[in-house]
Each structure stands twice: as structure tokens, then as C-alpha cells.
């Protein structure tokens, strides 16, 4: 069954090299913008009042995937599905930002981690009723190596 996605923003960043973006937009302090298509402006409505987005978005410069992968913040090789790895199957990304502001269709946001031009696929509100876990294990990433 073919999965058709429709892009309904870009992604606008400082970034332009993969090697120089952040690991996580929680690390991240770089600003950032969303320029939502004009077809799709009305469900930004009441936007402006939350503090977080979820930003998912397509990893457009990716062209392979590994199933094991060596993430950034270890040095041992793990499941990529254990990891935020971005060489995904389905080159998915997922982004929690500080929104800052809405002008009309431009959503100005910190904690950029992706490529400018990125094609965005979709805009959550981040809320933490629904998304912050009080028991969680973190696997491999609490018992790391301190790189």
C-alpha cells in the first residue's frame, strides 16, 4: 500500500550542512521559521497561543538508512529504532520547538536541528499531559559512555 505525503510548509534554518546542525532541538538555541503552504493557513488558528510544536518533517537530504546505527551521543552500535538517528527507513523527522511568534503564515520558532528548505509534514501542540511520561527506561542512552 503506497503512503502519499503532501507537504503542507517548509522549513526554513541556519543550517545548510548536515554536520553542523544540532543533535536535538531541545540543545538548541538556533532560530528558525515554518512557512505554512497557503492552502493550509486556516489550522493555524488559536497557534499562537501555545509555547511548543511538534514540527514532523521529511529528512530531505537523506537517500539511504541503516538498520544499526551509531548514534551521536554513544559510541556503540544500536537498533536505529532505539535511536534518533536520522537515517531512518521512511526519513521521518521529529522536532519539540519553542514557538515565538505567528506572522499570518510564517511561524517563528527556536530549537532548530533540521536543513533549511526542509519540507514539513505536519504540526502537533506539544502538551505535556499528553506527551511527558513520569516512568520511562531509557535503554542504552541512560547507561551511555560519557563521550
Known sequence: MPILLQPI?????????PTQTPIQASRSTALGHVEVFPEFVEGLQDI??????????VLHRQSAYALRVQPFLDDRL?????????????????SIVHLLARHEHV????????????????????????????????GWYGTRSKL
Open 9 to 17: 510548509g517548509v522549513i526554513h534554518t541556519p543550517f545548510t550542512d
Open 78 to 94: 544500536h537498533g536505529v529504532f532505539a535511536t534518533r538517528y536520522p537515517q531512518r527507513p521512511n526519513f521521518i523527522g521529529l
Open 107 to 138: 511561524l517563528e520558532f527556536e530549537g532548530a536541528d533540521m536543513l533549511d528548505g526542509t519540507p514539513l509534514i505536519d504540526i502537533k501542540p506539544y502538551v505535556p499531559e499528553f506527551d511527558v511520561r513520569a516512568d520511562v527506561r531509557l
Open 48 to 57: 499562537e497561543d501555545l509555547s511548543h510544536l511538534i514540527l514532523l518533517y
